[in-house]
């Protein structure tokens, strides 16, 4: 099943565009992954699926309802980029009248409360007034106004934009948590280091359209990169190198290869070998979320695409 599915999804601002033809597919309990640079779309996406902007065209169906399903509404946690809470309450009764919004029991409030202040790290800091709170306190208690309802689907827009390291990496371990519970986490982000992390699914956006998609393993699998330092260098080893790259670059003793497959790693060395060669280190790096990134922003090529040797032969080293 699928938690979030998108057809066509458009949103214009008049003749300004905030995305277009969006589709999506986030399986159920999994953590999705939607990066793009600033203005590129992200929220205007998320405020369409969470109810704050109606969509220009297309369709949406959120948990297997469409959009504005009143009961799928209240299975829906959200935690906005740019938030501001009433900041003359304390923690406690902030989430409070979050949990009476969602429709909770008066007698399950106090327990949930109490479960979400712990699972956000405020255990300790309920009675404070909101105006006290620190930034990253106030990011926290964001999270848990999102979570008090014991939501099924969760929208984050950049939850760890004003925690510091350790907040970031408490944060990290909440998301992989609520995957373990079942939940499906959606999170909108521009830091990559986190997106790669916790992520299973990710998706790429860039001036309102989707320029990547799919499964973080399979996009960053196409290719892996290999330094190599060889003693023993002949014109005629690099050669035989460089046959099994798409790309090579040389530096004294030191190779970087691109192979299209990291199954032909082992390759490289037994060709060192064989032509007397003396490796001193073979190092396989995979590309990152950020090679990918910036790969597709720039437009150079969908990930996934077969790097071909350029016409002539096999490629030599640079």
């Not at 969509?55 to 959200?78: C, F, M, N, S, W």
């Not at 190599?228 to 670059?249: K, R, V």
């Not at 190779?255 to 070998?273: C, F, G, H, K, S």
Request: proline share 6%.
């Amino acid at each position: 099943m699928n938690a979030v599915v998108t057809r066509g999804l458009t949103k214009l601002y008049g003749n300004r565009l905030g995305c277009r033809d969006i589709d999506l597919e986030v399986p159920a309990g999994c953590v999705f992954g939607f990066l793009g640079p600033n203005g590129a779309g992200k929220s205007t996406l998320v405020k369409v699926l969470v109810g704050l902007l109606h969509p220009t065209a297309g369709e949406a169906r959120l948990l297997g309802r469409p959009l504005g399903d009143i009961p799928v509404r209240r299975r829906i946690g959200y935690l906005p980029e740019n938030f501001r809470y009433q900041d003359w309450l304390t923690g406690a009764e902030l989430l409070h009248f979050h949990a009476a919004l969602c429709g909770l029991p008066a007698g399950e409030r106090r327990r949930r409360i109490g479960e979400t202040l712990e699972l956000v790290g405020l255990t300790g800091r309920e009675h404070h007034r909101v105006r006290t709170y620190s930034k990253g306190m106030q990011q926290r208690l964001g999270v848990a106004c999102a979570l008090i309802g014991d939501p099924d689907l969760v929208f984050l827009d950049e939850p760890t934009s004003a925690l510091d390291p350790l907040g970031r990496r408490e944060m990290r371990e909440l998301i992989v948590r609520l995957r373990e519970r079942g939940k499906t986490v959606f999170l909108n982000s521009h830091l990559l280091g986190e997106v790669e992390a916790v992520c299973d699914t990710v998706a790429i956006i860039n001036k309102g359209e989707i320029v990547a998609r799919g499964r973080l393993d399979d996009l960053l699998a196409p290719t892996v990169q290999v330094e190599m330092d060889i003693e023993g260098l002949t014109p005629g080893l690099e050669e035989a190198l460089a046959a099994q790259a798409t790309e090579c670059h040389r530096n004294g003793s030191r190779l970087t290869l691109t192979l299209a497959r990291r199954a032909d790693v082992p390759r490289l060395a037994e060709t060192v070998v064989a032509a007397g060669g003396r490796l001193h280190s073979l190092i396989p790096r995979q590309r990152s979320l950020e090679d990918l990134f910036v790969q597709v922003i720039r437009g150079e090529g969908r990930p996934g695409d077969p790097h071909t040797a350029p016409p002539g032969g096999p490629p030599t080293c640079s």
